[in-house]
């Protein structure tokens, strides 16, 4: 089973909100990826996380928190976002994060709008 | 930094006709992935290769990997409706899990 599933489907949040996208798998993996893509573009790494520790921060802002609770489930943490911050916010993983042949399978993504 | 181009950026092909893009990398890749994304949808992934001078088949699609390791091709036969989207390669060197994608090929197939 080749599925990454992500919560919610669409996010709309005022600029002083607080909420958080989650990202499930269950196919064994132990690296998950937090990634941007805004319209016409490429995904946009954000964060890797590898056997559940922060492996990569691709200077993203701090209003943006990553959380690794456990190896199946990868959250992000949303405060103070900016209008700019509206994007489609895919998770993804991949077996270990390490092997050069790594393959990471993506999520449907969470559609986020910023008032 | 690592640089992955593709090109072309958009491609409007009629039904039947045959698409290709194409991507080249500034350095060495360990190997390249493809993504199909569907308009409103997600990148699914299609294939990675790995060896220089690679070539594999899905169906229509032929993927192939440069000898010298550094470009990349996707040709599809025939494009059908259901070929539209965008596709991306991403190349990894071999240093860490990240991947660099290209700026993506989309795909329009006037029916």
């Known amino acids: 089973d080749t599925e990454v599933t992500q919560t919610p489907k669409h996010l709309v949040m005022g600029m002083t909100n607080k909420k958080s996208l989650k990202c499930e798998q269950h196919?064994?993996?132990?690296?998950m990826y937090w990634y941007k893509q805004k319209a016409k573009k490429p995904p946009e790494l954000m964060f890797v996380y590898s056997y559940e520790k922060l492996s990569i921060n691709e200077s993203v802002p701090s209003r943006f928190s990553p959380e690794c609770p456990n190896s199946s489930l990868l959250n992000l943490h949303l405060h103070a976002l900016q209008p700019e911050d509206s994007a489609l916010y895919l998770c993804?993983?991949?077996?270990?994060?390490?092997?050069?042949?790594?393959?990471?399978?993506f999520g449907p993504g969470t559609r986020l709008t910023v008032l | 930094g690592q640089q992955v181009m593709q090109i072309p950026q958009y491609q409007h092909v009629q039904e039947g006709e045959d698409f290709t893009t194409y991507c080249n990398s500034s350095?060495?890749?360990?190997?390249i992935q493809w993504y199909k994304q569907r308009p409103g949808g997600h990148p699914v992934f299609l294939i990675q290769l790995v060896k220089s001078g690679e070539v594999k088949k899905q169906k229509r699609l032929t993927f192939q990997f440069g000898e010298a390791k550094k470009n990349s091709s996707l040709h599809i036969t025939a494009t059908q409706t259901t070929d539209v989207g965008t596709y991306f390669c991403?190349?990894?060197?071999?240093?860490?899990?990240?991947?660099?994608f290209g700026a993506g090929t989309i795909l329009r197939v006037k029916s």
């Open positions: 991403a190349g990894r060197n071999g240093y860490g899990n990240k991947l660099v």
């Open positions: 350095t060495t890749l360990s190997n």
């Open positions: 993804a993983s991949s077996g270990d994060g390490f092997t050069s042949t790594d393959t990471q399978y």
């Open positions: 196919m064994g993996h132990r690296a």
